[in-house]
Nanobody, 125 residues
Framework: QVQLVESGGGLVQAGGSLRLSCAASGRTFSNYAMGWFRQAPGKEREFVAAISWSVIATYYADSVKGRFTISRDNAKNTVYLQMKSLTPEDTAVYYC??????????????????WGQGTQVTVSS
């Protein structure tokens, strides 16, 4: 059973930074793409960033491009999301997700089979 455990969320002032971590277990981590999604109150879950199994390719939503960086450490079975220049619009529950099919990447929720419990990020103005 694949398990994903996020950490690193919290309250930060606008312009600040946070780094989210997601520790994975239960299958060969390095064979699968990993992604981050977020859901704000009253809104649908939206794609934030993804990284391929090979680490070569990264993908970002336009709203976070240039501010957020996704990375992974396959030796530690962990994926990270470094967030900088945060704004109140970034306030949401952030979810880590593990790819559905080995060696394939995607930006839609359907491309991911496993989800973490979510970590709250709140940005105050």
């Amino acid at each position: 059973q694949v398990q994903l455990v996020e950490s690193g969320g919290g309250l930060v002032q606008a312009g600040g930074s946070l780094r989210l971590s997601c520790a994975a277990s239960g299958r060969t981590f390095s064979n699968y793409a990993m992604g981050w999604f977020r859901q704000a109150p009253g809104k649908e879950r939206e794609f934030v960033a993804a990284i391929s199994w090979s680490v070569i390719a990264t993908y970002y939503a336009d709203s976070v491009k240039g501010r957020f960086t996704i990375s992974r450490d396959n030796a530690k079975n962990t994926v990270y999301l470094q967030m900088k220049s945060l704004t109140p619009e970034d306030t949401a529950v952030y979810y880590c997700a593990a790819g559905r099919t080995a060696y394939q990447s995607g930006t839609s929720p359907g491309a991911y089979a496993y989800w973490g419990q979510g970590t709250q990020v709140t940005v105050s103005s």
